[in-house]
């Protein structure tokens, strides 16, 4: 008896539908997938901020100050003058977060800075107990990033001459602190160790930041392998408030040269930004990054925006920025928020009543 053969398979046009129907699952799912992954991109973030705002309160701990906003000594000396702002500003441009190293995990870091040639440098170190040039005010120290030769360029050609500028001082163990890539101070929605940024001399990683007179100052270094490229990468700097010391009523916790007492914070730690975001630059075309290395102090005095300045806090999340606060809490605030009131949360002895609800929260 003939038995009827039953068809296996599929016709062109049901597999091109088969075909059609996957597409659109996927395009319906990828943006929830990309949702979920920044989510989590910027809850690591948050933590990331968290455990500097810590690390900042452990140290005061210590120390019974603050760190400061950035270090700039008016006695720092540099070799060749030439290539770095005269004195008062010539150095040593150490930042906030390389006062935190020991208490966020990387003492072996610290230590390298500590025991640099730098150390042998002279000023007076915090509460007494800090010796290393770089940690000291008043340190006659230079710039930590390239107070031995070679300095920068000297044909004007775009190629390096010899190692590079990666101090401190050009020494095995200094160049190995400052290219030492810190998790906990890149944020992971921010590929910023690795992004290639605006032919030097128009863009470089940031090697100095600091308020002075009323305006916002950087130095950076050329972004080429054996120069300035491998400088450990940071998107998080302290808040220096309206314009750090230079308006004494709007000043934040952190500023140049501060040493600010927890109990000095008058407006209260909670209300009160300590640290927040920054890539540095234009979210688009990437003119400069921080190394954490030099991460001083950021003023508010320009606002926030979507489309942001090297000297405004950013971040790459959408619509948002994260801050962290005097008592170690984080606070998302939006990138449309009124200006007055980020200017009222970053000052620390203001005495406003911030309206958060301005701010996106």
Same mark, same amino acid.
């Given at each position: ?27 319906l ?31 005061e ?21 030439g ?5 008062p500003?010539?150095?040593p ?25 730098? &150390?042998?440098?002279? *000023? #007076? ?6 010796? !290393?040039?770089?940690?000291? =005010?008043?340190? @006659? ?16 050609s ?25 998790s ?42 054996g120069? &300035?490229?491998e400088? *450990? #990468? ?6 220096? !408030?309206?314009l750090?010391? =230079?308006?004494? @009523? ?40 921080l190394?954490?290395m ?43 928020g ?23 929260q």
């Open positions: 008896m003939n038995r009827p053969l039953r068809r296996l398979g599929f016709t062109l046009i049901e597999l091109l539908v088969v075909i059609a129907i996957i597409a659109i699952l996927i395009g799912l990828l943006p929830a997938v990309q949702k979920v992954r920044e989510a989590a991109a910027r809850t690591q973030c948050e933590n990331n901020m968290k455990q500097i705002g810590l690390a900042a309160m452990n140290y701990s210590t120390y019974k100050v603050l760190p400061p906003g950035g270090l700039v000594s008016p006695n720092s000396v540099n070799a060749n003058p290539y770095v702002s005269s004195p500003y010539a150095g441009y150490t930042g906030t977060l390389a006062f935190l190293l020991p208490y966020v995990e990387q003492t072996n870091v610290y230590n390298l800075l500590f025991a640099s040639p730098f &150390g042998a440098g002279t *000023g #007076a170190g915090i509460a007494g107990s800090q010796n !290393g040039g770089l940690f000291k =005010f008043g340190t @006659t120290a230079g710039a930590w990033a390239y107070t031995n030769p070679p300095y920068d360029f000297s044909d004007g775009t190629t390096v001459n010899g190692t590079g500028a990666l101090g401190p001082n050009n020494t095995p163990n200094g160049i190995k602190a400052v290219t030492t890539q810190i906990s101070y890149v944020c992971p929605s921010d590929n910023s160790q690795d992004t290639g940024m605006t032919a030097y001399p128009n863009g470089g990683p940031i090697d100095a930041y600091w308020c002075e007179a009323g305006s916002m100052w950087i130095d950076y270094v050329a972004d080429y392998p120069h &300035g490229h400088l *450990g #990468a940071s998107n998080y700097i302290a808040c220096a !408030g309206y750090g010391s =230079f308006n004494a @009523t709007y000043q934040g916790i952190y500023y140049q040269n501060s040493k600010t007492k927890i109990v000095a914070i008058t407006d209260g730690t909670s209300n009160t930004i300590a640290f927040g975001e920054t890539i540095a630059g234009s979210p688009t075309t990437r003119d400069f990054r190394s954490w030099g991460a001083g102090s950021m003023a508010t005095a320009w606002g926030l925006t979507a489309t942001p300045h090297w000297y405004q806090f950013s971040s790459k999340h959408t619509g948002v920025i994260n801050f962290a606060f005097g008592d170690g809490s984080v606070r998302q605030i939006s990138v449309s009124d200006s007055n009131q980020f200017i009222y949360a970053s000052g620390a002895i203001d005495g406003q009543v911030i309206n958060w609800s301005l701010l996106g």
